[in-house]
């Protein structure tokens, strides 16, 4: 990621806001009916709002119509006698929202002489305790407080019969729950070592002590206290205090009744007593922005990628073809859904040959300008195309076309949305303390604190989310130099260095390290991919080798190759009469081509913000445009390494790239002139990609420097280039460019003896063939190698190279 719109904050959530207004810390005289002590069944009457948990039927009884159950009145009379009143700090602590334990005070509790029952129901005018044999109603302690003392030896099986203003409705009280999340989960949450966060952490529907429902937990350390906050409760989340499970900084409540397609936030108070409304950092599910709640989801996707997951795994990638199409997926068709995208994306990708298609960030974003790079729902797929079932489906269909997934992962950053995770429960949690530390000086954003144990396990396990829940086979991880350096976009005195004095940023080296093991250790046949823009030392190298700088390696199986692209574009942005000046930045690629395991990217980045499109970088006419074109194409898919383009790139898109109408389709309209000059060089796509599959010499030995050999490196004045790839059995390819627009007639190059003989060479693949738009020059027949010592070389043979072309040959 090289450039970024600044961070936007989104519109406020379409749910009302809910003022909080600190209670009186002393109860409210109760009337006179409401401490009537009587069993009697209480008349129904309206109040002013409830909640959708306390207004929905049990399970069982939704499932079949029914109405809600009414248990049998008690014969005679049930003395309900006053509990004792709570603690005048603790029920002003419990009614702002600011208690650690509320399950203490609210719910049943054995006590002397009886057992206490007390609950917490804002706006109910009479709350009744049923059980078998017993419907007691209890005593309005004033602020929706009611409680009683039940002369009972045990806390019997209860529900509760709350009434309000115009409506009545029987429910489970959440506060009789024992906690619905395990001493592991908190201790493997506190060794930051839990890989499967997300069955622990956020909104998970359940069934808990026989009793269907939804588990909400939150990490929020520095918070005095949690409620959940909903549609179900008309955004006040009074009535729903969260407990503090210990030390861990988790809080949770299991609320009955609550199911998938709920809306919910956290309602945070911070330390310093405000309140912030939060969407959850653990949401798996969000609303299409610019709303901003979460929204509780279960997975019912049936996948049908079994063939593909067993063998994905067979040959390691780095020796097997690998050719990414790159895609912006809401701007690739505007206005398809995730499943009408699986009916024509899989298609399209499978027709041109690529291997794999890289998704640029799918994770919820509230501005779509951020392209996906400013992420606020790291846990959820964007909702502006579907549901997160939806989104494994257009996987699982790519999965079923033979083509892989990669998608854009961004752990370098986060914006500033207020009501995201920047100062998440009213500190820096998310983001480093050290304000210099947090701010990412170039995208107006926050820095992730990598060496915070939550935090790293945090994205860790996001990592390998994506990888187990939705089915992806790899992750390009953005903007990885901006977190290995301190002094990153920094001047002088803006940072600090690390304790061996240097500029590295050890934790987030150790971040990603942890995350390569983890991901490549759950997830076989799975590759991590770095954008790293620097020379950094060992970013594709195993974590425990130790280098000369005396790290381990970063552990990604791929890095982008910036600088080829970079020294690449800038050849052919030059007129041919001006290349022979910079024939270096097309052969010093070679120099370090193997000390990483490398991708050739033409990406997003690269056609963007005045950049233009890749035909467009091209000098000349129209005609000599799309040459070159073919040419850098031809070029670059024979040159060692894996290879991505991005979409519109592929037919030789002469307009920019925008988010806002994505590839210019209409080039490919019968009825456009020029429709044929752009079809050329789709088909041109197509054909490099099959020949490519079908020749190991080009992706087999891509991180093996025999696989390689220069048969002419050095022909500036001709605007030349010659070379050999070779497979693991030695079997050639000779691929030559000619970026001069120039035929160049009888043009010599050596070529190496095969199986000790001289044989004959044929053309297989030729960017200047009729059939893409070219002048047609090409050759025929098999060419003879001559015994003439040519290049080194003891035999050779007589080209005429096309202008502008780039011409692959094979032995036959």
């Given at each position: ?125 009479s709350v009744t305790v049923l059980a078998k044999g017993l419907r007691a109603r209890l005593h309005d302690d ?590 050639p390819l000779l691929a030559v460019s000619n970026f001069s627009p120039v035929v160049r007639h009888e043009y ?65």
């Amino acid at each position: 990621m090289t450039a970024r719109k600044p961070s936007r904050t989104t519109p406020a959530p379409t749910e009302p806001e809910v003022r909080q207004v600190r209670p009186p810390t002393t109860a409210r005289t109760a009337s006179p009916a409401a401490s009537d002590a009587s069993a009697a069944a209480v008349p129904a009457a309206p109040a002013a709002s409830g909640d959708r948990a306390e207004r929905t039927q049990p399970a069982a009884e939704r499932a079949t119509g029914a109405a809600p159950s009414r248990p049998r009145e008690a014969a005679g009379s049930q003395g309900v006698r006053r509990a004792r009143p709570l603690d005048a700090a603790d029920r002003g602590r419990l009614l702002f929202g600011e208690h650690h334990a509320p399950h203490d005070l609210l719910g049943a509790h054995p006590v002397r002489g009886g057992v206490t029952f007390r609950v917490l129901r804002p706006c109910a005018r009479s709350v009744t305790v049923l059980a078998k044999g017993l419907r007691a109603r209890l005593h309005d302690d004033g602020d929706g407080l009611f409680s009683g003392l039940l002369p009972m030896t045990s806390v019997p099986e209860y529900r509760l019969l709350v009434v309000y203003e115009d409506d009545e409705t029987e429910v489970q009280d959440p506060y009789r729950f024992l906690p619905a999340l395990g001493d592991l989960d908190l201790h493997l949450i506190g060794e930051g070592r839990h890989e499967e966060l997300w069955t622990a952490l956020g909104a998970q529907p359940m069934e808990h002590q026989g009793v269907v429902g939804t588990r909400f937990t939150v990490w929020a350390p520095n918070a005095r206290g949690v409620r959940v906050i909903g549609d179900f409760n008309y955004w006040d989340g009074t009535g729903f205090p969260m407990r503090s499970l210990g030390s861990s900084g988790v809080w949770e409540l299991f609320l009955p009744g609550i199911g998938e397609g709920t809306l919910y936030k956290f309602d945070i108070c911070r330390p310093d007593g405000s309140h912030t409304k939060r969407a959850d950092p653990m949401a798996r599910r969000a609303e299409v922005p610019p709303a901003t709640a979460s929204i509780v989801t279960a997975s019912h996707h049936e996948w049908r990628d079994q063939e593909w997951m067993a063998h994905r795994r067979d040959v390691p990638v780095h020796e097997a073809p690998f050719s990414v199409y790159e895609v912006h997926l809401p701007s690739w068709r505007p206005g398809l859904t995730y499943r009408r995208l699986a009916e024509q994306l899989p298609s399209y990708v499978k027709d041109l040959g690529f291997t794999h298609v890289e998704l640029m960030p799918v994770s919820e974003h509230p501005f779509g300008g951020s392209w996906g790079y400013q992420v606020t729902g790291f846990y959820a797929p964007t909702s502006r195309m579907g549901t997160p079932d939806d989104f494994r489906f257009l996987v699982d269909a790519l999965h079923r076309a033979g083509i892989g997934v990669i998608v854009d992962w961004v752990p370098a950053h986060f914006p500033r949305d207020d009501w995201a995770l920047a100062e998440f429960d009213g500190r820096p949690l998310y983001e480093h303390s050290d304000p210099s530390r947090a701010a990412h000086p170039d995208w107006g954003t926050l820095e992730f604190d990598y060496g915070r144990t939550e935090v790293r396990n945090f994205l860790v396990a996001n990592a390998t989310y994506w990888c187990e829940e939705f089915h992806v086979d790899g992750l390009r991880v953005d903007a990885v130099a901006s977190m290995l350096y301190l002094d990153y976009s920094r001047e002088s005195g803006e940072w600090s260095p690390n304790e061996r004095g240097g500029r590295e940023n050890l934790d987030a080296v150790a971040f990603l390290q942890e995350m390569n093991a983890t991901v490549y250790r759950r997830n076989p046949g799975v590759v991590t991919i770095a954008e790293e823009s620097t020379a950094w030392n060992g970013v594709t190298r195993a974590t425990h080798v130790v280098g000369p700088d005396g790290f381990g390696g970063l552990g990604f199986g791929l890095k982008w190759n910036m600088g080829w692209m970079h020294d690449s574009l800038q050849y052919v942005s030059k007129e041919p009469v001006h290349r022979k000046y910079h024939h270096d930045e097309m052969t010093f690629s070679m120099v370090y081509a193997y000390s990483e395991n490398y991708v050739l990217p033409i990406s997003h980045d690269e056609v963007v913000h005045g950049k233009q499109a890749l035909v467009s970088k091209m000098p000349g006419d129209w005609w000599q445009r799309r040459a070159n074109h073919r040419a850098y194409l031809g070029f670059m898919w024979a040159h060692p390494g894996k290879q991505l383009l991005f979409m519109g790139q592929e037919f030789a898109q002469g307009g920019e790239w925008s988010e806002g109408h994505g590839p210019d389709w209409w080039l490919l309209d019968p009825s456009y002139e020029a429709e044929g000059d752009h079809r050329g060089v789709r088909t041109l796509v197509g054909d490099l990609n099959a020949v490519y599959g079908a020749t190991p010499a080009l992706w087999q030995r891509d991180t093996d420097p025999g696989g390689f050999d220069w048969v002419d490196g050095g022909a500036a004045e001709d605007n030349t280039f010659a070379f050999l790839r070779y497979d693991k059995h030695g079997s050639p390819l000779l691929a030559v460019s000619n970026f001069s627009p120039v035929v160049r007639h009888e043009y010599r190059i050596g070529v190496p003896d095969v199986l000790g003989d001289q044989v004959a060479w044929a053309e297989v693949l030729n960017t200047d063939a009729a059939r893409y738009g070219g002048s047609d020059v090409r050759h025929r027949g098999p060419l003879k190698s001559e015994p003439v010592t040519w290049h080194g070389r003891p035999g050779s043979i007589l080209l005429t190279l096309p202008p502008l072309a780039t011409v692959w040959f094979k032995p036959v």
